[in-house]
Every structure is written in C-alpha cells, then in structure tokens.
C-alpha cells in the first residue's frame, strides 16, 4: 500500500493526523514572534556595524577636522557693564597675560602641574577616552561635565577652542587633541597648558599668576608655589586664598598636599623635602585697572551671580563658569541705580569715613564698611559699598561672611516663633506681647533642664520680667536665648535657610541666638527683605541683563515663593518699628531730622569684642544692611575689636551703621510710606512710644525706664489687641526732634583688655 492510500485508510476510519502536532514540530526549527527579530547573530551583527559606522564616523571627523590657528587672546572681548539706566559702568578686557618658554620655568614647577592634573601625561596619546565619553554622556544629558581630561585636551579647549559644554566642541576637542600630540612634543604641550590656563585675579598664564599671587617671576616660583598655582586651576575663584571661605582653604590645601604626593610617588620629589614643606599663603591680591572705587565690587559680584546662573543652566563648575564669563564679550547691565549708588558712597564718607583719623587713633584704619541696600518688591540690588576702595581693600565687604551679624539675627528667632506657633516653657504662645525673664546671665533652660548656656546683656544689665516687644527694643540677649530653645534650635536654623542665610556647616545650638554664626550685608538685606516683602523669598540680585553674541542668559525673578505666612512676616515688621521707636536705633534714626514721618523698620547689633556692628533696617520701598567690620590693617588681617573707634567707646549698631543708613535711606526717599500690615501684634499695631514735642532736650540713647506701655509683671496673653484705638500716636507721623533725658545717665563699661575669639558654644561678651 502506497502512502496516498494508506492516507485515505486512515482518514476513512476517522484517524487524522493531529495538526496541532505538525505546526509544533515547525516552530521547534522556527522562532517565532518577537524572537523573530531578535537573534544572537542579529544583534552582533548590529552592533558590529554600529561599531564600524562609528569608526568610519570618526574617520571621516578625523579627516575633515583641522588644527585650527590658535590665538586665544584675540578670541577675549571686554566685558561692558551697564548702570540700571544703560550708563556706562566699566570696560574690562585687558587681558593680564605674558608668555614663557617652559626653559624658565624650574622644572620641578612644571611636574606640579603634570601631578595636578594628568599623572599618565608623557606616556599618553593626548585622550582619556573614558573622561571624553563620560563628559560627552553629561553633555547629551544635560549634567554638565563630571570627570577629567588630558592636560593636551585642556590645552586645545584653552587654545583652539572654547569653553562651551557642547557635543560638537567635545568632538572637535577629541580629535585636535589627537593630531596636537602627534606634531607637537609633550613639552610644547605642557607649555602651552601652563600659558594659557586661566588662574583667577585675571591672570591668564604662570607668569601673570606668579606675579599675581607672589609678586615673583615664575622662574623664581618654588615647589610649594607652584603646587599651589596647579591646585588653583581646578577651582581658581573658589581657591584664592585671600577671598576662600574656611571650607575652600581646607580644599585647596587637600589639592596641595595631594599635587605633592603625586610627585613624591611618581619620583619627581624626594620624600623628605616634600615632608618639610610648608603651604605658601599667597600674597594679597590687587585690583585691576579701570575697577577703582566701588566699580570693581559692583563687577565682582555681577560675574559672580552670571557664573552662577551658568552653573545652573550648563552643568559645569565654577573655574568653566569664571572662563566663560571672564573678558568673553558680555554686556551685563546691572541694577545698581546710579543715584543711589552715588548716595551710599556719600553716605559712607560723610557718616563714618569723614569722622575716622587713622593719625590721630591707629584703630580707625580698621574699620572696614559694608553695605547692600535692596528694592524689596523686586529683589533688584539698587546700591552696593564694597569698601574704601577696590584698589585699596580687594574684598567686598558686602559680601563677605566671616563676621558675626550679631542680634540682627533676633528678629529669625522670632520669626521662627510665629511662623512654627511655637510656645514658652510654661506652655505660653510666643507673641509680641509675651513676657520673658530679662535677667542677665540668666540660665537657659528646655524642659525643666539648664543647658549650660547664660548669656550676658548688654553692660550686664537686667530687665526683669519685660515683653517680647520690648526685649526686641532693648536688644535683650537673655530673651532670645531662652526663645531659641523654646522653638528649637533646629527649626531655628531652618528658618534662616528659607529665608536666605547660607546655614550649611552651622551648628544648630543655643549660642547661635546671639548671631555668632558669619553673615553677609548681603544675605541680611535679603533676610529683612523677605520680611518687608510679607514673606515672600528675596534673593537679592544685581544683574538686570546679560548677552553676548545673540546669546541672552535668562535671570530668575529675585522674588520668589511664600517662605513663611504673611502673618509672621508682617508681625516681625510691626515689632521691628519699635526697636526705631523706642529702642536702639531711636537716636540715629527716629529723632533724625530728614525722616519727615517716613515708618521705618530695624534692628541694631553689635557682636563680641565689638568686632562688627551692623544696622539693617527698612522702609516699605527699601531695605538696607549696613555693617562695620574690625580687620587688621596690616596682614594677614585678623579680626580685631573697633572700641574707641572714631573717639567712641564702643561701635553700636545704632551709632554709626544706624547714621549711614538714616542719611542714605531718608536722602533717596522720593515719597512717606507706610507699612501695609496684616497683624495685631508689635509696635506698629500696640506702639511702645507717645511722640512728645520738646526740641530744647536732649536725646536719650539708652531711656532708664520702661516704655509708654508697660510690660506686665505676670504671663501676658497670646496677643493683646487694643479693644480701642490706641491712645499714642502711630509712629507713621512727624516725630519730634529730641526726647526726654533719662533719669541716670548710660552705663559706660570699660572695653576688656583681652580678645576672646568667636566660639558658638561660648558667645563671650556679645553685645546687642
């Protein structure tokens, strides 16, 4: 029987093959599906043409990318800064640079830089393939760049190229960085590298960096100076000795020792030399030509805050940022309103410069004036003082941070109180009108506990039982050290970071009530602006535009989110009026002629040792810090105490910073403005003051007795709203010229004779 036949047998009995069995039998030789596509030799066979069309890619990017003609100092353009009202400021784009043969310079100098940045550098072909692939991954998405490159890629970005964070730059780096180190030895290479890498202060080269940071030729640089001008190409802004933060030194002196390690290890120094070396601190720095006055601060600050706005869109790091902002063509018009301008400066001589005579007391030559005055319904820096002079004083006294901003702080404390709903240790709600013990010296104490912490008050006097309010007036360390804790510290600190103050590294413990954490004019203007501003964040800005080459950075609105209740923010304010009214402020700015009615917030403070004194206070249009800081006139310019100080005893807040702000703020008013307040708590709501008329007496700097409204002697209420209206006159109209003399005359203590450096666990003699 044929197959045909046994086939039709088998289905005339009803025996059919399964069907289901034949198709199984193909899949078991077939795939199927999405497996279909995807096959071990498909996918190797994709990713060798991957692989060989990225090969003929690079070939073909090999052969039509040229060395292009180097010249990077005719690629720099001057920068053109801007008044607000597109005046000139300055030009800058002199370009500090001078070119060495590498013979003179000393060979060791030149292996610090081969530690610094690329070990493997004579034994490479110009490329870190890794690095280049990694940065070229961050670029495409959008992290900026992480990792090294080759001092030959460094070179050709320096040279050739640009700073741009582009793919097509990283590419075109890739590839010249080859074929340079193919035609040109490594010695021309390193050459190139040392003379055109940017060093910070404007120096473009090692000899415009020796010069700059050791007044020296780079033929005479040591080992440990040349280390550090290697360790400074990382971050050059960030590690100049002369304006680097603690944290920055402590970076910057890792990056040196690590650069002469690398030697050590690498044979190109002997141990035991290395051992005896010490970290040469660089000499002081000096301003650059056509930044005389105030314009180089001005300047500083707005290169400072466009490199900023660079990081944030790019990516990169600061020492990218500062080589893309550096003499590259910018017009940057800056909000400093020039009148303005012009009126602080005038200020500052008239108040305080005018009455120092470093002849006749050796202290006034320390006293160094800061001050950012704010348009807190913008956030637009409409006026900066950054110091006697750029030439004369390198380091904006604006921005610097070191210097204890001292009871300015209080009015955080405060804040934290309302915003947090916070309560007294006998469970009382904190407010204005909430009574405290005002004791000097008095024990702080969390939960029944002492903490170890008694602050002094100002001359160690004690005030009893006395209101939040009037603590504030009088400045009253006790109060505010007890609050602190009554809030807790933690959330303390954590107010102060919404609101601006940079609080990274800060210990959140009790002494930081009394301000000895560091602060800028800077961050306090942008503080008491947030207040003035009803609780929305301002971040202080300088920068009005910049663009270059149909390139326009966009600026953030300085006015940012809610960070605390307009509640708080408005009842800080209304407390704030009285520290002018009838506190420490009152002579300098309350009985100033020009104030024509104008409501005024502010508060005074002076920090340990009288080592700075500050007045930040504001108007519903303006908010100004002003702050005096004792440096040493001589290096290396310690912090030094300013008693006697332009003939007086002591350098308060509510002496000369208070005078400045009074004949700048009052001198600029275009019109009388009130606070617009949403609170029933404070002065401006319960005034602490009734206005009399009696010009023939004098003025009272520190009243004996208690104000208008009296503290009560037991626990006060949550709030205290006057079920009428008040009986004394709002502090919003004329106030007299002069007020009664007190009953005894100020105390007048003797300044110590030892310096007690700042130590936030021991707050020593703070006084406001």
Known sequence: MGRAEDRR?????????????????????????????????????????????????????????????????????????????????????????????LAEIPEPVQKTFVAAENKSFYQDSGIDLKGTARGLLNTVTGKGKQGGSTITQQYVKNYYLSQEQTVSRKLKELVISLKVDRKMSKDDILAGYINTSYYGRGAYGIQAAAQAYYRVDAEELSVEQGAYLAALLQAPSQYDWAA????????????????????????????????????????EPKGAPGREGQKGYLID??????????????????????????????????????KKQAALEKAVKTELLGKLDPKEREVDADVQPGAVSVDPRTGKIVALYGGRDYFKHYFSNATRREYQPASTFKPVILAAALEEGSETQDGEPITASTVYDGDSRRPVVDDGRKVGFAPPNEDEEDYG?????????????????????????????????????????????PAQTLGSMGASPLEMAGIYATFANHGEKVTPTIIKSASKKGRTVQIPDPIGEQVI??????????????????????????????????????????????????????????????????????????????????????????????QIWAAYTFGVMDKVTEFDLETDQGAAVEPTWTPTVTPSQKPSETPSEEPT???????????????????????????????????????????PTTETPPDPADPGNLDE
């Open 465 to 509: 039982d006395i209101t939040v309010q009037t603590a504030m007036n009088k400045s009253v360390n006790s109060v505010f050290a007890q609050m602190g804790v009554d809030v807790g510290m933690d959330t303390v600190m954590d107010t102060a970071q919404r609101l601006g103050m940079d609080t990274e590294g800060m210990q959140a413990v």
């Open 565 to 658: 209740s307009r509640n708080t923010a408005d009842a800080v304010t209304s407390v704030l009026t009285g520290v002018v009214d009838d506190g420490t402020a009152q002579q300098s700015v309350r009985d100033n002629p020009m104030r024509d009615g104008q409501q005024v917030a502010g508060k005074t403070g002076t920090s340990d040792n009288n080592k700075s004194a500050w007045f930040t206070g504001y108007t519903p249009r303006l908010v100004t810090s002003v702050g005096l800081f004792g440096e040493d006139d001589k290096p290396p310019h310690r912090q030094v105490p300013m008693y006697e100080a332009g003939g007086e005893d002591r350098v308060n807040g509510g002496g000369f910073p208070a």
């Open 301 to 338: 600050l707005a290169d400072r805050q466009l490199q900023d706005r660079l990081m944030a869109e790019e990516g990169i790091s600061r020492s990218e940022a500062a080589a893309q902002v550096d003499q590259q063509g910018w017009t940057i018009t800056l909000n400093i309103d020039p």
């Open 9 to 101: 047998a088998r289905q005339r009995g009803g025996r059919r093959a399964a069907p289901g069995r034949r198709r199984s039998s193909r899949a078991a030789g077939r795939p199927s599906g999405i497996r279909r596509f995807f096959t071990w030799k498909k996918i190797l066979g994709t990713f060798l043409g991957l692989c060989l069309l990225g090969i003929g890619a690079f070939i073909v990017l090999y052969m039509v990318v040229d060395v292009p003609q180097g010249n990077p100092a005719a690629q720099r353009q001057s920068n053109i800064y801007k008044f607000s009202d597109g005046t000139m400021l300055a030009r800058d784009g002199k370009v500090n640079r001078e070119i060495v043969d």
């Open 709 to 751: 409204t009296q503290a009560p002697t037991t626990k006060a209420p949550t709030t205290r709203p006057p079920t009428t209206a008040p009986t004394t006159e709002e502090p919003t109209t004329q106030p007299p010229t002069t007020t009664a003399p007190p009953t005894t005359a100020p105390p007048t203590t003797a300044p």
């Open 244 to 283: 680097a933060s603690d944290t920055s030194k402590k970076l910057v002196t890792n990056r040196w020792n690590y650069v002469l390690d690398n030697m050590v290890e690498e044979h190109w120094l002997d141990a035991s030399e290395r051992a005896s070396m010490e970290f040469p601190v660089p000499k």
